[in-house]
């Protein structure tokens, strides 16, 4: 155990951090440049930094996580444009949502 709390740790809480960020946050930190969220997504969605952000990368040619499979070797919901499409659908995914986190406060905008 002391071995690997001696280890030297590669610092990836950045690119933690920027994975949830909102573009209109991206251009709080870049500034209006038309271009900047664009070469941030490019460089976020590279290789190296989708191998070290310890998930499952959108990219086909990075490994799972250590020790985990192909995020689509699991039994996972991937139908989220099927039922984003069909009104029903999504009108029952918002209500089981809202089961969970209450009322949607804020119907409009994001500020």
Avoid: C
């Avoid at 969605?45 to 020790?67: H, L, N, Y």
């Avoid at 689509?72 to 919901?77: E, I, K, L, P, S």
């Amino acid at each position: 155990m002391q071995a690997i709390l001696s280890a030297p740790l590669a610092l990836a809480l950045t690119t933690l951090a920027m994975s949830s960020m909102h573009a209109e946050t991206l251009d709080e930190l870049y500034g209006p440049h038309p271009h900047a969220a664009k070469l941030w997504l490019q460089w976020y969605m590279g290789k190296e930094p989708q191998a070290r952000i310890g998930t499952w990368s959108a990219r086909t040619d990075v490994a799972p996580p250590f020790g985990l499979k192909p995020i689509f070797d699991y039994n996972v919901a991937n139908d989220l444009a099927e039922i984003v499409t069909q009104p029903a659908l999504l009108a029952e995914l918002r209500q089981r949502f809202a089961g969970y986190t209450g009322d949607v406060k804020n119907r409009g905008g994001t500020r």
